[in-house]
T-cell receptor, first 112, second 111 residues
Framework: DAKTTQPNSMESNEEEPVHLPCNHS???????IHWYRQLPSQGPEYVIH???SNVNNRMASLAIAEDRKSSTLILHRATLRDAAVYYC?????????????FGQGTRLTINP | NAGVTQTPKFRILKIGQSMTLQCAQD?????MYWYRQDPGMGLKLIYY???????DKGEVPNGYNVSRSTTEDFPLRLELAAPSQTSVYFC??????????FGDGTRLSIL
């Protein structure tokens, strides 16, 4: 499985944008980039995913580098509820079950 | 909407005891998964199922067993509990090719 590298922790202020980086230099052409987050004492929840083009949804935006070796999850206006561990995960396009491989993720702290 | 429901939420076991962690989903998902999460670490896949009657091993299956007799339920059984199995256990479900929906976990301590 292709590996991802994320900073262990990041800190930001409430109502400011947050950019969470992820490096995946060994990504293959058929790997989707998925982001999940895990709020304290909860199971992970899906945030966003993409293949080549930038993606937006109600939770966040995903910016994918042209060579696809890195990506950035963007929270446009962080709230205290966005404090969580964020996981960047590669998932092959062609696969039976989605055997997600979680790294240690980035622990995001939001200051009031 | 219930989603993925896990029971119990907390449990303390003695070494050598056995127990079953329950997982039920009401979304008619064909795929179901069991993960464990040790403190400060990411989740690791224990077992998964692609449909009723079909299960397969994940990354860390030793010490666990699963069964899938219905679409809705995917119980995880611990036989002869060991301290190394102290962890938080998460169940998830999905349609094929879709994102996973997780339960809130079962916190298990083995003393």
């Amino acid at each position: 499985d292709a590996k991802t590298t994320q900073p262990n922790s990041m800190e930001s202020n409430e109502e400011e944008p947050v950019h969470l980086p992820c490096n995946h230099s060994t990504i293959s052409g058929t790997d989707y980039i998925h982001w999940y987050r895990q709020l304290p004492s909860q199971g992970p929840e899906y945030v966003i995913h993409g293949l080549t083009s930038n993606v937006n949804n109600r939770m966040a935006s995903l910016a994918i580098a042209e060579d696809r070796k890195s990506s950035t999850l963007i929270l446009h206006r962080a709230t205290l509820r966005d404090a969580a561990v964020y996981y960047c995960i590669l998932r092959p396009l062609i696969q039976g079950a989605q055997k997600l491989v979680f790294g240690q993720g980035t622990r995001l702290t939001i200051n009031p | 909407n219930a989603g993925v429901t896990q029971t119990p939420k907390f449990r303390i076991l003695k070494i050598g005891q056995s127990m079953t962690l329950q997982c039920a989903q009401d979304m008619n998902h064909n795929y179901m998964y069991w993960y464990r999460q040790d403190p400060g670490m990411g989740l690791k896949l224990i077992y998964y199922s692609v449909g009723a009657g079909i299960t397969d091993k994940g990354e860390v299956p030793n010490g666990y067993n699963v069964s899938r007799s219905t679409t809705e339920d995917f119980p995880l059984r611990l036989e002869l509990a060991a301290p190394s199995q102290t962890s938080v256990y998460f169940c998830a479900s999905s349609y094929v090719g879709e994102t996973q929906h997780f339960g809130d976990g079962t916190r298990l301590s083995i003393l």
